[in-house]
């Protein structure tokens, strides 16, 4: 189900129970740190805020995009394109959705202060966004974007007016004008600013307890099937399992893989899917002294051979069937293939002779000591997995601790570059390889919005140029050969090492149905009362 459109059975389904206001709660594996949708873009935050707030254009990684705010996105020309705005929405407190509105939520998001991952890889690709009249924008891009309709579901729309903004708000080549003091994420401790135009209203948000919602009488969409939802989070997973088979939740995501049979025994369900993420190890290779959190004669990750050696040294396979029961794929690129930009590359081989060839190779025959820095909460079976590969990288001779801590402590520590190494995962909302290269594996640069979480700070010219060449090539054919080519060099240089696609897993009570999304999101407006 999507916000806009539901098949006739559900529809009546719907209907018929709605005078019995049916509570739902949600267990969620990760806590969101905030409710300010322009504070952190991550989907941690992204999917609980998805029940309050609405970007112009809806997707899930595979699917077309959905219209939402807006009803259409047309290209003019190769930079400019006309946005038709959905007319007679309105925000929670009943003021209705304007061209201000979109003007000021894209001049806001990239102005959030210490943001963990910072909304402006998009914002900086707008030349200006020009207002015609009451249901008509004109985005204008620096350069052409083929991908605009991603670009356009990634920024939450607010209310300029309760966000204090001036009658006029303009987005243009200077910067953007009109926007008053531009309130930060700590004024959403009043829940009055938490006010979107999304299926669902905020009631009360307390950080380590529950994020409970009211369903939004005046929703432009169709009505969600629950009326109150509570969403808990329960980063450990054997309670979250037993909050399921107790009944004091009705969905959870991530149940461990190791639970799935006892759970289907209980009587309830489960569902899962491919997804569009991928778990992978990023070594920090630019520098030529010892990098943090590692005891070792300068940087052996420096040394590509070093980094190859690492890659040989994992059994992807192994971790598949042993670790993840089956539920992931061993991963050989940054999306897995079919995706838009894949090559359907091999998996690095697991081969721990060669591996300690090339650090022998490479000088480092003794080995040497490293910390590896992971989550243990925010991926399937991520702590075990991280121990798995300590265990593997230390037989061949690199001695390995796992340091693994709670999503919000280890992202905070990563963006600080406090790791020499860590594993993490990056899930693309386009279902294109140029989400994960130009994040990931271009070189950070703030100012053009690249590599904004190349925090292995892997560097190559040639890969930039056709990453910044792709991003502007219309031509399907030409743009996937130049994302192709990228990814290929960047893992012949081992510069970021995939482990595995991630299968993501949903359990449910009977009554319940969650249809699965690659995009991982666990949204409570997508919960629907099984037939």
Known sequence: MNRLYLTAAV???????????????????????????????????IAPLSNIYDPLVESDAVKKPIPAL??????????????KLRQGVTFHDGSPLTP??????WCRAPLIENSPSSYATFVNKMASIEIVDDSTLIFTTKEPNPLMWSDLSQIFIISAAKMGAEETVTFGAEGCTGMGEVPQSAVFSDLGYAMGTGPYKVTEFNRGE?????????????????????????????????????????????PPIQD?????????????????????????????????????????????????????????????????????EAAGELLAPPMFGTTGRAVDPYDPE????????????????????????????????????????????ITTDVDATTASQFFSRRNKLDFGMFMAGWGSSSGDTSSPLNAMVATANKDIGAGGWNYGRYSNPVVDEKIAKALVTVDD???????????????????????????????????????????????????????
């Open 70 to 83: 807006a009803t259409s996105w047309t290209a003019l020309d190769d930079l400019r394109w006309e946005i």
């Open 100 to 105: 201000r509105d979109v003007v000021y939520s």
């Open 11 to 45: 529809a009546a389904l719907a209907l018929g129970t709605q005078a019995q206001a049916e509570s739902l709660a949600i267990a969620l594996k990760t806590e969101p740190n905030s409710i300010d949708p322009h504070f952190n873009y991550s989907a941690v935050n």
């Open 354 to 397: 060669k591996a300690k060839a090339l650090l022998a190779e490479a000088g480092y025959g003794d080995g040497f000591k490293v910390t590896l820095g992971a989550p243990n909460d925010r991926y399937v079976n991520d702590e075990r997995v991280a121990q798995a590969i300590a265990q593997m990288l230390t037989q061949v001779g």
């Open 260 to 328: 799935i049979e006892r759970i289907k025994g209980e009587g309830f369900k489960t569902t899962e899917t491919k997804s569009a993420r991928v778990i992978y190890l990023q070594l920090r290779q630019d520098m030529t002294e010892t990098p943090p959190m590692m005891e070792a004669e300068g940087n052996p990750l420096h040394d590509q051979r070093v980094r190859q050696a690492i890659s040989y040294a994992i059994n992807r396979q192994g971790i598949v069937d042993r670790i993840m029961g089956g539920y992931a």
């Open 477 to 531: 054919a030409e743009r996937e050969k130049l994302l192709q080519e990228a990814e290929t060099i960047a893992l012949d240089e081992f510069g970021i090492l995939p482990l595995h696609y991630e299968l993501t897993v949903w359990a449910m009570a009977p009554e319940v149905h969650y249809e699965p999304r690659s995009d991982q999101r666990t949204a409570a407006y997508l919960v629907e009362k099984a037939e």
């Open 210 to 254: 529950a994020l409970r919602l009211e369903a939004y009488d005046g929703f432009w969409g169709d009505k969600p099937d629950y009326d109150d939802v509570t969403i808990r989070t329960i980063s450990s997973d054997g309670p979250r399992v037993a909050a399921l088979l107790a009944g004091d939740v009705q969905l959870i995501e991530s």
